[in-house]
């Protein structure tokens, strides 16, 4: 890697990490909000929710985001790339989530939901204030795996031409016809962003 | 619509094959790389120990894209030029290796010290105590993450697409963006793939199931 | 007017018969009593009075009135305690308090810390449930209850999963509550403190009322063969292991 092009390459690249870093927050936090209906939906054995996990978990995210990107606007709706793109990485989260939280919820021990029907806290309040928190951070490893898969997987939302590291790291590739050092770049980015989040994991203990 | 379901069913069934044959062998070749590398990490000195898991870190912390564009576009710098399906492959095995291992060595720390430690006063080497020792006691443990994996990497397949390797999303797209009949052969794809792994999930059940059974006898 | 009362109480799950029909009225103040070989339903009774299990006929009154869970009428304590281990000692305390008095955080808090206090706890009021002793837990269980004021207090063998050591800090928090007038049934194997704290005690086995007395009766010569016969196994046992 030469001095010239990691000043050609830097600026683009940063901006780049920028959009892939809050494109796979919205992912997670869409992934976290759905997630946790959907979790408590399908301990309850809802069908809609276990076909809904099956297919998010069954169906590769690159074609998730093709049937958006392609077939959307032939049903007449069509969305900006990035919603599109943000949008299904979130509803594909969620169904990690669920199951996930799903894991979280099962371990919930039994007496500390009885005490709070008794003290008569609603079933609402009982997800919402005892049973999500219990899980929630009994699975926090699980979850923080889950946003480093988030991370990497937005790097498929370049297919549908948004400018995060991967789409920018070819735009790259393209203009100093150097690809094996955009790519190592562009994963070495991705690899800083990882070890930072899982960083957290081994940090503060629950 | 007639004419788009038939060359549907033709790329389907051009490029189904190339999925499941370079899915298959990739699984494979990863568990054997991946066992190695979870072995080795065990029993290796540190000076081996050290880089192996510094690649397995870089491989589990960058997108499996990016890995296969390095490979496929960087690698004819560096005198590696491989045609689509062999680079698919080959990253797909590599990677596949790297998550396997961890599975592997999560399955080795399983295995409860004193049985190895009974296993060397016995003078068992160090390759008779993996085989005969720590991978009969550990493979019931592991075997639900093995297959969980190897239905991930069906997934990833798709991703070989976009490195232009004719498999099965690779070809519907190329009959989608000819037909601009995109909205079918996409579904096409969704139902497709989602059948593919809802079945290999099934039938590895299934298989566990009769090791466990056949392991409990 | 009786505080509890409990008629023609039945439970069964399939073809079990869990509780056949118990009767009991309790006045305001007392504190009940129940013993019983393990499975002959006292746990299903408590739970049958909470409304925590269904129960095909029969009926349960509070003061009058049929209960429903979470109606603040009873309170429970439970074997394994039930703490939200998410939450610090006054959050489990206050946290009802909040979301169900709907009681201003401070108001809630106030109270929580008095209810700590009451159990022994003030000094522990910010460490969560992980950061306490077994025996330190089922105190700030029960200060969590208290703090609801119920009308009845329910204790499920309170102290089974303690150890030793650990009980009497327990016992005694319910014998104060008992003092202070609080009405309570009490399933216990501590038979001492049983008989130091009821008013009346209940004797069940397979589902039914084998006899109510007062402790005196109950623990003397003229109680009914079947409860003899359980207490002497049971006070067999604690000689064996006194040696
Ligand atoms: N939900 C249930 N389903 C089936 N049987 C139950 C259930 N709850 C309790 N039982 C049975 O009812 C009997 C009484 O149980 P329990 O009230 O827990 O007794 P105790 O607390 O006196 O030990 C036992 O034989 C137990 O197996
Ligand atoms: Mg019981």
Redesign the interface.
């Known amino acids: 890697m030469t001095w010239e092009f990691v000043q050609e390459a830097l600026p683009p690249m940063l901006w780049a990490t920028l959009a892939t870093l809050w494109s796979s927050a919205g992912a997670v936090l869409i992934g976290l909000v759905l997630g946790a209906p959907l979790a408590a939906a399908a301990m309850a054995r809802h069908r809609w929710a276990l076909v809904y996990i099956?297919?998010f978990?069954?169906?590769?995210?690159?074609?998730?985001l093709?049937?958006a990107y392609?077939?959307l606007p032939?049903?007449g709706i069509d969305l900006p790339a990035i919603v599109a793109g943000v949008g299904t990485m979130g509803l594909c989260c969620a169904a990690y989530m669920a199951e996930i939280l799903r894991g979280g919820l099962a371990l919930v021990?039994h007496?500390?939901?009885?005490?709070?029907?008794?003290?008569?806290?609603?079933p609402t309040?009982i997800l919402l204030?005892?049973r999500l928190?219990?899980a929630i951070?009994a699975m926090r490893p699980a979850i923080l795996g889950e946003a480093?898969m988030i991370v990497?997987?937005?790097?498929?939302i370049?297919?549908v031409g948004i400018l995060e590291l991967?789409r920018s790291?070819?735009a790259l590739?393209a203009s100093t016809f150097m690809?094996?050092e955009?790519?190592?770049l562009?994963?070495a980015i991705?690899?800083i962003i990882?070890?930072a989040l899982s960083l957290l994991t081994r940090g503060r203990p629950a | 619509m007639m004419a788009v379901f038939s060359d549907s069913m033709v790329a389907a069934a051009r490029g189904l094959p190339v999925t499941l044959i370079i899915w298959l062998t990739a699984v494979a070749a990863g568990m054997a790389l991946g066992f190695a590398v979870g072995a080795l990490r065990f029993f290796a000195p540190r000076a081996v120990v050290w880089p192996l898991v510094a690649v397995v870190e870089v491989v589990r912390g960058t997108p499996f894209l990016v890995q296969c564009f390095l490979l496929y576009f960087g690698g004819p710098f560096i005198g590696i030029d491989l045609s689509p399906p062999l680079a698919g492959f080959l990253a797909l095995s590599v990677y596949g290796a790297a998550y396997f291992s961890e599975i592997f060595r999560a399955g080795f720390l399983a295995v409860p010290p004193a049985q190895l430690e009974a296993a060397r006063l016995l003078g068992l080497s160090r390759m008779q105590i993996v085989w005969r020792i720590m991978l009969p006691v550990m493979a019931l443990g592991v075997l639900p993450a093995l297959t969980n994996l190897a239905v991930i990497l069906i997934k990833e397949t798709a991703v070989l697409s976009i490195i232009t390797v004719p498999e099965f999303t690779f070809r519907l797209q190329a009959v989608g963006s000819a037909s601009f009949a995109v909205v079918e052969t996409t579904l096409v794809l969704a139902l497709g793939y989602w059948a593919l792994t809802e079945a290999t999930a099934f039938l590895a059940r299934r298989v566990e199931k009769r090791i466990e059974r056949a392991l409990a006898a | 007017m009786s505080v509890l009362e409990v008629a023609a109480l039945r439970r069964e799950v399939g073809q079990a018969q869990i509780l056949r029909g118990i009767d009991l009225k309790v006045e305001p103040g007392e504190a009940i009593g129940i013993i019983g070989p393990s499975g002959s339903g006292k746990s299903s009774l408590l739970r049958c009075i909470a409304g925590l299990d269904p129960i095909v006929s029969g009926r349960v009154l509070v003061a009058g009135k049929a209960a429903v869970p979470g109606d603040g009428a009873i309170g429970m304590v439970f074997q394994h305690f039930g703490l939200w281990p998410h939450l610090t000692a006054r959050e489990n305390v206050a946290l009802a308090l909040k979301l169900v008095r709907k009681l201003p955080r401070k108001e809630a808090d106030a109270k929580a810390e008095a209810a700590l206090a009451r159990v022994g706890l003030s000094a522990q009021a910010g460490r969560k449930p992980a950061g306490l002793s077994g025996g330190q837990q089922q105190r700030v269980a029960i200060a969590r209850t208290l703090a609801m004021e119920p009308r009845v207090l329910l204790f499920d063998e309170p102290t089974a999963a303690l150890d030793p050591e650990l009980t009497t800090e327990v016992l005694d928090v319910i014998r104060d509550l008992a003092a202070a007038g609080t009405t309570m049934l009490v399933v216990s194997h501590e038979m001492g403190f049983i008989a130091g704290l009821s008013s009346r005690v209940m004797f069940l086995d397979h589902g039914q009322v084998v006899q109510v007395a007062p402790p005196r009766e109950m623990f003397g010569p003229d109680a009914e063969p079947r409860v003899k016969g359980f207490l002497k196994t049971y006070l067999d046992r604690v000689a064996w292991a006194q040696g």
Not at chain 1, 111 to 122: D, V
């Open positions: 099956s297919f978990r069954g169906v590769p995210l690159l074609v998730q093709l049937l392609f077939a032939f049903l021990p007496s500390g939901i009885e005490a709070a029907r008794l003290l008569g806290l609603t309040q204030r005892i928190p219990i951070q480093i990497k997987a937005s790097s498929l370049s297919v991967t790291a070819q590739a690809p094996l955009s790519y190592a562009c994963g991705y690899l990882n070890l």
